[in-house]
């Protein structure tokens, strides 16, 4: 009997020792590659995984690889291979803006001074930035001239300007001739002329940062061509005590050049701009002699991009 036992354990043992050299072998762990494309390079990573699990990244993101391994030299030379043919996209530039201006206004004589004498005189504005203003919008487009960076800029714009007047002569005409008169009485509190004007700019811009123009440091300048919308207007407020006040409004071509030519520079970081607008043409019309005031009108002020 005791023979029979032993037998049987020594064949239970056998049959056992010959499964296990039978069963399949553990699965190999796969090899999972990771490609990014970061600041104009291929970024490569080869991470090892097990097979039907799902294997987490450490916090910081990094994993434990075998870089000398004969495997991942040989992966990795076929992957530079397979990616020398391609061309990542390029992020593309912002063409179009929608600049905003508001300004301070004033003229200037010929010889660019803004003290106005002789029959410019009449003509001073007070330069407080709540006094004479002007503002105005402008659908903004580049086109890119050198490296992106260098790029040429138009568009069309609009120009509304008001100008207060130190004096209290009213602007007239009599044919060709612009001169000023007396006021109404004695308490007229505010003198203004008001024109405005459809602009067309052509301007050379420099970007340093075309990619991200949130970051980037602007410059841009050239001319720009402008025509006037309707009429000059003239206006002026006279204080009749008690807290009443009137208003008497002159409206017409008054003698006032239907066109102007400009120079435009711009220059800042980011979505904010400083700018400054010099006519080169005068604001009234200068002919058959007549000595007509020969200011043109100059802005200066904060453009925002949006």
């Known amino acids: ?6 037998s049987a354990t020594v064949l239970i043992l056998g049959m056992g020792s010959v499964w296990a050299q039978d069963a399949p ?5 796969k090899k999972k590659m990771v490609i990014k494309y970061i600041d104009g390079k291929w970024d490569t990573t080869y991470v090892d995984s097990q097979a039907g699990s ?3 990244a450490p916090a910081d993101g990094s994993f434990d690889l075998d870089i000398n391994s004969e495997d991942f030299r040989a992966d990795m030379r076929d992957l530079k291979k397979e990616l020398k043919e391609v061309k ?8 179009s ?7 301070a206004n004033s003229f200037m004589n010929a010889g660019g001074n803004l003290n106005l004498t002789g029959v410019d005189r009449p003509l001073r504005t007070e330069n407080a930035f709540n006094r004479s203003l002007g503002w105005g919008f402008t659908f903004s487009r580049s086109e890119n001239l050198v490296a992106q960076k260098l790029r040429l800029q138009y568009g069309l714009g609009f120009e509304f300007n008001s100008y207060r007047l130190r004096e209290n002569g009213i602007l007239g005409t ?5 001169f000023f008169n007396a006021p109404m009485n004695a308490n007229l509190t505010r003198n203004t002329l ?8 052509v301007m050379l811009q420099f970007m340093s940062n075309p990619y991200r123009q949130s970051r980037s440091f602007n410059l841009a300048a050239g001319a720009e061509i402008g025509v006037r919308i309707g009429n000059m207007r003239s206006t002026q407020r006279y204080d009749l005590g008690n807290d009443v006040f009137t208003e008497v409004n002159t409206s017409g071509p008054l003698n006032a050049m239907p066109f102007k030519a400009s120079l435009v520079a711009r220059a800042g970081y980011g979505d904010v701009d400083v700018f400054v607008r010099y006519g080169l043409t005068d604001l009234f019309r200068q002919e058959n002699g007549v000595a007509n005031p020969t200011v043109r009108p100059v802005m ?6 949006l």
């Open 88 to 95: 990542p996209k390029k992020k593309k530039v912002e063409k």
């Open 25 to 29: 072998a553990a699965p190999e762990s």
């Open 54 to 56: 799902k294997k987490e």
């Open 97 to 103: 803006h929608f600049l905003v201006d508001i300004g």
């Open 1 to 6: 009997m005791k023979r029979i036992l032993l």
């Open 194 to 201: 008001h024109v405005n004007w459809i602009n067309v700019p």
């Open 174 to 178: 009599n044919g060709d001739t612009v």
């Open 300 to 305: 200066a002020g904060v453009s925002f991009r």
